[in-house]
């Protein structure tokens, strides 16, 4: 499983109520869980030059390979957390940082290019991202996964747009099974022969497989667990755990479980990872 990249950014997430800043994104957060999964894999991302040591005193304990882009001047994206009573953070105060006007180095896309998988959290900045490097012909090669958060910023056209340079999608989708959103997705991954797994929380999972040799439609349920914790980080470690899986197995109900398992384990954590990732406590 060598020659992977996962591309996305990096934030400083500010615990307003605690006065801390830790580093986070989703994309740290599915880096923690392949580097405790032993997954190869590198990181192409950005920070500012403000905080170097927040970001490198995490990748290096844990192990993380990062493309040598991985600096650049200026502040780096930063968001504020709020604990509410229900252990749910309130997020506010985004800002963008380095990743308001990100480039790409020759390096970047030489990387790309030679890789054999890319997984992308489609953050605005990488969708883009992935727009120009697939009409590029930078994405021809590898195969493609990204991460389409909560679809908030996204339309079913916009969606259709991107998932013409991906293999395979996911989507955490916040609202109810039959919205016809949800049926425009759908659309998309039988008109594109694509993969598209809808994750629904505690209600299943929803694969949408396009793929010519499958072309089929299934629901899979999911065994709702207590929260000790927050769900904050729920989605990233299924998507670590189903793309490990997947990349080794090709076999989908294995990967769907290995996602549901990491979910759910995922819960039992005040933040989207426990505090010893951190060094806390």
Request: with cysteine; net charge negative.
């Amino acid at each position: 499983m060598s020659g992977t990249l996962l591309f996305g950014p990096l934030s400083v997430d500010r615990y307003v109520d605690e006065g801390i800043d830790l580093p986070g994104g989703g994309v740290l957060n599915m880096a923690y869980h392949w580097a405790q999964g032993e997954v190869p894999f590198r990181l192409l991302s950005r920070i500012g030059d403000d905080q170097v040591e927040l970001f490198r005193s995490f990748l290096d304990r844990h192990g993380i390979a990062t493309l040598p882009s991985l600096v650049a001047p200026g502040v780096s994206s930063s968001i504020d957390i709020v604990m509410r009573d229900d252990r749910q953070p309130w997020m506010d105060h985004f800002v963008e940082g380095v990743w308001a006007d990100v480039r790409w180095t020759d390096d970047d896309r030489l990387e790309l290019r030679q890789a054999e998988r890319v997984h992308a959290v489609l953050v605005d900045a990488v969708a883009q991202a992935i727009d120009d490097l697939g009409a590029d012909g930078v994405l021809d090669a590898p195969l493609v996964s990204g991460d389409f958060l909560s679809f908030r910023h996204y339309s079913v056209e916009r969606f259709a747009q991107t998932m013409q340079w991906l293999d395979l999608g996911f989507i955490g989708w916040p609202g109810a099974p039959d919205h016809p959103t949800i049926g425009g997705v759908r659309d998309v991954a039988f008109d594109q022969g694509t993969l598209v797994v809808v994750t629904m929380g505690a209600d299943g999972v929803l694969l949408l497989d396009g793929r010519p040799e499958q072309r089929r439609e299934r629901f899979v349920p999911v065994q709702a667990v207590a929260v000790d914790g927050t769900t904050v980080g729920c989605g990233d470690a299924f998507i670590a755990a189903f793309l490990a899986t997947w990349w080794q197995s090709d076999d989908l109900d294995a990967a769907v479980q290995a996602g549901m398992a990491a979910g759910a384990a995922a819960t039992r954590w005040m933040r989207p990872l426990p505090d010893a990732a951190f060094a806390l406590g």
